[in-house]
């Protein structure tokens, strides 16, 4: 007998409750343990030497995130907004001028661009939820200075024509990988195509130390600015031979000792924890590949997708029943899955009222036609996946197993056979 959706009084295709995430080990706890008994929190200190750049745990996650990604030099901080802001100013990103960035990512893409007194200029995304290539030259102007990537959920933006536009035009490009660290495009790894890459370790990402932020980069004086930048710069950068030309100002960006030793054991796990989520994805995207109301997440041929969330774009058109209910149908059976992922940045008050200050409208008011970029309706499919089709799950990772995919499945199966149970209930 054909069984009625959860939503309409029928049984759950799921009682018990996914399982939470991150996993924290004994690894973790044997890494902060030792940092406790050694009773250096922090090895910062805002003076030429050694401890300029931290302490010992903070240089062996930077070692770490250096050999993995064959870059050079690798930059810890508290945070990969403070990476953002701090790439960016390291960059030469200066106020007034353009950064191109993604309509639809987190909020502190945008925010870092104006934390340098530049001004963010949005440019629409593709089917891959990144930035499309063809409207980022769009929106190429003369006070253009940067593109900022950003891979989201996962899936490698299409970096190399980026790379290709930006040097045409001559721009640096900073890529934002806090949701993809381990995704490839032709087996070079995200984060290193651009001038820096950021990776963040925040308590949601794919791997966490609570808060934090890694920075890599291959050339040595952007390293050494975002090294300034993260330690009060300027009390140190004169006393630095080869700092002593910058113009420098410094935060405090920087990572505790507690925080860089749970990172260490985090990235030691993070290809095996990559490897489970792809592995999920697929069994997933199987178990739905003959339903005809969900478009499945797609990968570029040639790339890695690392699934920090598995999206799926819903056709309403097709069923005539609104995102909302399906959303609400799949809570009901206990798969949840989001409605849309953030609202399109450029809808955010700061950009509709162009003001952060109380009094000055710094920095909008060196921007030129800003609201061409900042109206709704300027990114139409930003806006279409995030009203109208976009669900998506963060299911899909450790320590979930192929068996709690055929639940996942079996919610979004049913809600596709019993489609008319919509229209006829109220
Ligand atoms: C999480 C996230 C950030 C910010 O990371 P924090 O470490 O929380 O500052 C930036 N960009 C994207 C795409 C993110 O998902």
């Given amino acids: 007998m054909k069984k009625h959706l959860a939503l309409f009084g029928g049984p759950k295709v799921r009682k018990k409750p996914f399982a939470p995430h991150p996993i924290l080990g004994k690894e973790e706890t044997k890494e902060v343990m030792s940092v406790l008994k050694s009773g250096q929190l922090s090895g910062f200190v805002a003076k030429p030497g050694d401890h300029f750049n931290g302490g010992p745990q903070v240089k062996r996650l930077e070692s770490a995130f250096s050999r993995y990604f064959d870059a050079p030099y690798a930059v810890?901080?508290?945070?990969?907004?403070?990476?953002?802001?701090?790439?960016?100013?390291?960059?030469?990103?200066?106020?007034?001028?353009e950064v191109?960035?993604?309509?639809?990512?987190?909020?502190?893409?945008?925010?870092?661009?104006l934390m340098c007194g530049a001004l963010p200029v949005f440019a629409d995304i593709g089917d891959d939820f990144c930035l499309d290539p063809n409207e980022v030259t769009k929106k190429i102007t003369p006070k253009t200075r940067a593109i900022l990537v950003v891979h989201l959920f996962g899936h490698p933006a299409r970096?190399?024509?980026?790379?290709a536009i930006a040097k045409k035009h001559k721009l640096v490009v900073v890529e934002?990988?806090?949701?993809?660290?381990?995704?490839?495009?032709g087996k070079q790894y995200v984060g290193t195509f651009g001038d820096v890459g950021v990776f963040s370790l925040n308590q949601h990402?794919?791997?966490?130390?609570?808060?934090?932020?890694?920075a890599i980069a291959s050339d040595k004086r952007t390293a050494l600015r975002m090294q300034l930048i993260r330690n009060h710069g300027e009390v140190v950068h004169d006393h630095l031979p080869e700092a002593r030309e910058e113009y420098i100002l410094g935060w405090n960006y920087r990572m505790t000792e507690l925080e860089?030793?749970?990172g260490i054991a985090q990235f030691a796990k993070m290809e095996k924890l990559t490897r489970h989520?792809?592995?999920?994805?697929?069994?997933?995207?199987?178990?739905?590949?003959?339903?005809?109301?969900?478009?499945l997440p797609e990968t570029r041929q040639g790339c890695r997708h690392v699934y920090f969330l598995f999206p799926l774009l819903y056709d309403e058109s097709k069923t005539g029943v609104p995102r909302a209910r399906i959303a609400q149908a799949l809570s009901a059976e206990g798969v949840p899955f989001g409605e849309g992922y953030v609202r399109p940045i450029y809808w955010e008050p700061i950009y509709q009222k162009?003001?952060?200050?109380?009094?000055?409208?710094?920095?909008f008011n060196l921007g030129q036609n800003l609201e061409r970029h900042y109206r709704k309706g300027s990114c139409l499919r930003t806006e279409f996946f995030h009203e109208k089709s976009l669900l998506a799950t963060g299911l899909c990772r450790y320590p979930l197993s192929a068996r709690d995919m055929e639940d996942v499945a079996k919610a979004i199966l049913k809600i596709c056979n019993n489609i008319d149970e919509f229209s006829s209930k109220p």
């Avoid at 934002?176 to 495009?185: L, V």
């Avoid at 178990?287 to 109301?293: E, I, N, R, T, Y």
Wanted: proline letters at 4%; glycine letters at 8%; hydrophobic letters at 40%.
């Fill in 76 to 97: 810890a901080m508290n945070s990969a907004t403070s990476a953002l802001h701090a790439a960016l100013y390291a960059v030469g990103v200066e106020p007034g001028d």
């Fill in 100 to 113: 191109i960035v993604p309509s639809y990512t987190m909020s502190a893409s945008a925010s870092a661009i």
């Fill in 159 to 163: 970096i190399r024509d980026i790379m």
């Fill in 176 to 185: 934002d990988c806090a949701q993809s660290p381990g995704a490839w495009d």
């Fill in 205 to 214: 990402k794919t791997i966490t130390t609570g808060e934090g932020g890694v």
């Fill in 260 to 262: 860089a030793s749970v």
């Fill in 277 to 295: 989520r792809i592995h999920l994805a697929e069994v997933l995207a199987k178990k739905l590949s003959k339903q005809g109301f969900f478009s």
């Fill in 354 to 363: 162009k003001r952060i200050f109380q009094k000055s409208n710094y920095p």
